[in-house]
């Protein structure tokens, strides 16, 4: 039987690319969408979409969740409702697969526990592309031979948050392998503000947002004499898909939250 899938934000550029590796899946089938506008509308009535997508757009969640069926919850939209969102999923006992990238540690921390609760499986993935996940799980096993390391992440200037979720996922696995080191000169001073980057745990990462540009990251570590550097470029959207699809078909068989890809790829 086909996986039941519910996906937050639709009209968005991930959402829409969702969408149709749902729709084009033999194993998915797209029961509803959520959106923040549209209410009662069809899918296939919205620039974009093709006819035979013809299935419900729900502005309220509740009410979405209460009238479909569904196994899974995809969410690809803005922090705050995401959280919203996967709250209300995890009271369903609907999976949540959230791409969403802004939460908190206190947001992920009370997932965790209410998917405990629900007994619910439930998977944050900052970055669903496998090279990615590679790229920071590379970084990961740099950063114990070297531990003074930069981060700069890249992005289209539509992006809302900053630093990326990615970004920030790996600063995570770069502080479970280094100790603690604040980087640069002692004295070191900033002329204009912000240009050090910001500091997570000593280390600094640098955001660039400029048209032209979808999802690249560099991880530039340095010791005496020379530098590593590890990159991750992605194109286009649909280097994500492959990693949204994998998701859906693990969060069946969980029943804890998992962030990051890294813990189940
Ligand atoms: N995990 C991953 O691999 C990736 C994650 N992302 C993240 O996905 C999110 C979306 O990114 P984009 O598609 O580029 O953004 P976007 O701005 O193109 O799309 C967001 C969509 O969410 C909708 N939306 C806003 N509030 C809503 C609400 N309350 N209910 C339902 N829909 C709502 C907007 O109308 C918009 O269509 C961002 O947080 C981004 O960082 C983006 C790319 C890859
Ligand atoms: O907003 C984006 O585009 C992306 N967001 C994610 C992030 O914040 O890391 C993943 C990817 O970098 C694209």
Known sequence: MAIKIIVAGPRGRMGKEAVHMIHNTEDFALTACLDHKNEGMKLSDLEAFQDDLNVPVY???????????????????????????????????????????????????????????????????????????????????????????????????????????????TAELIQEARSPKKQGHPDEEETIPGARGGDFDGMRIHSMRLPGLVAHQEIVFGSAGQTLTIQHDSMNRASFMDGVKECVYQVMDMDELIYGLENIL
């Open 59 to 169: 502005t309220d969640i509740e009410k979405c969740f209460s009238e479909q069926q569904a196994d899974v919850f995809v969410d690809l939209t803005v922090p705050e409702a995401a959280y919203k969102h996967t709250k209300a999923a995890l009271n369903h006992q609907i999976r949540p697969v959230i791409g969403t990238t802004g939460y908190t540690e206190e947001q992920l921390e009370e997932l965790k526990q209410l998917a405990k609760e629900k007994q619910t499986g439930c998977i944050i993935a900052p970055n669903f592309a496998v090279g990615a996940v590679l790229m920071m799980k590379f970084a990961k096993m740099a950063a114990s031979y070297f531990p003074d390391v930069e981060i700069i992440e890249k992005h289209h200037d539509q992006k809302l948050d900053a630093p990326s979720g990615t970004a920030k996922k």
